[in-house]
């Protein structure tokens, strides 16, 4: 069942004074019952998540811990042990794929077509990516890095950016890198002219020659435990940048909010008390203007948990399962998820997808 919950509005005018109200409209959804009427057509079914991947894990524990989507049916699901991953072939064909990388986990990727693929493999120990190309017949070694990676933009074949831990802001312009930021802990990349980072409380933006950073540290909740902070952010349009962030107003963290910049000005646009962020968090468009958010669930923080960012609300959702990755079907208003189904012996590595 879906839960809509608390939403905290602030506004930042233009000229820098803050209107701040309170809408507190935490509702559980109740369907009232409708009378019965005879040869009514059924209600039309909306869209919903079900499960186009499913492999038992045997003996040894996995899980599918990102997932990509490059077409309408097509895409990859690297599980968290990293010799393997499944090639999407068709609606609910997958074929295993060996995968070059060992010693880690792939915990970001990105693509712009089915023959550029981009993956970044994690070592064991967080101090180290390989990052790794697919050219629709083969894996090879694109690049090292120092730390690991939080996100990854891929603009097209010869337009590359990743960001997040030692890397800052590094570009590939398909002849060499260029580390651009080495603050920066996370962004995402709309054109080589609009690319946006965080880092802390700031919110930076590349225009192409220089960085503009915006601090919003008086949108995040008051810190408590520890300073509040930004966890992520996601470009979807020049007028239409989400940021996700946390408080520390207890000794466990949290609340999470979403804020938004709509080409002017940066508000929070929803507040949760149930609703975690974690640095390097999996964010992707739903296709309609909001976004899908795979983190941790709050007070409890557990791990792979699903939201729905949309229109000022955050809905969990319940998938019977860990979600930790999710990803936008390009040209859709459908998404993939992967991550793991509780079961017998070591579980189950899952896909889903909403359509």
């Known amino acids: 069942m879906n839960r809509s919950l608390t939403r905290k509005s602030i506004v930042v005018s233009a000229g820098g004074m803050l209107a701040a109200g309170l809408l507190a409209t935490a509702t559980t959804a109740t369907a009232a019952n409708a ?32 997932v990509v989507a490059t077409g309408k049916t097509t895409g990859w699901a690297f599980l968290s042990t990293a010799t393997v991953a499944y090639e999407r072939t068709g609606a609910n064909a997958w074929k295993k794929v ?21 993956a970044a493999l994690k070592s064991s120990s967080g101090q180290a990516t390989e990052l790794y190309r ?16 939080t996100a990854i933009s891929v603009l097209g074949p010869n337009d590359v ?21 080495s ?22 933006h590349y225009n192409g020659r220089t960085w503009t950073a915006t601090n919003v540290a008086s949108l995040l909740p008051a810190p408590g435990h520890g300073p509040s902070a930004l966890t ?7 007028n239409n940048v989400y ?5 520390e107003q207890t000794p466990r963290g949290g609340p999470g909010v979403v804020l938004h910049f709509n080409g002017r000005t940066w508000t929070q646009a929803a507040e949760s008390g149930g609703f975690a962020t974690i640095s390097g968090e999996s964010l992707t468009s739903d296709g309609k203007g909001g976004f899908w958010i795979a983190s941790e669930s709050f007070p409890s923080r557990l791990e792979g948990a699903l939201f729905h960012y949309s229109a000022g609300q955050i809905t969990e959702v319940n998938l019977g399962a860990f979600a930790y990755s999710v990803s936008h079907i390009p040209g859709t208003t459908e998404a993939l998820a992967g991550g793991f189904q509780l079961g017998t012996g070591t ?5 889903w997808q909403y359509s």
């Open 134 to 149: 697919w050219n629709g017949r083969s894996w090879t070694a694109a690049k090292s890095l120092r730390g690991s990676l």
């Open 161 to 181: 950016w990743v960001f997040g831990g030692s890397t800052g802001v590094t570009h590939f312009n398909g002849r060499t890198w260029k580390k651009v930021s």
């Open 243 to 247: 940021a996700t962030g946390e408080g």
């Open 35 to 66: 009378a019965t009427v005879k040869d009514a057509a059924p209600a039309a079914r909306g869209p919903a998540w079900h499960t186009i991947l499913s492999a038992a894990n045997g003996r040894s524990p996995n899980q599918i811990g990102t």
């Open 183 to 204: 603050t920066a802990q996370g962004g995402s990349a709309l054109s080589d002219h609009n690319v946006w980072a965080f880092n802390g409380t700031d919110v930076d």
């Open 98 to 118: 060996a995968f070059p990388g060992t010693g880690g986990s792939v915990n970001v990727a990105g693509a712009s077509s089915p023959s550029n693929v981009w």
């Open 232 to 238: 992520n952010i996601l470009a979807l349009a020049p």
């Open 347 to 351: 579980g189950t590595s899952v896909v």
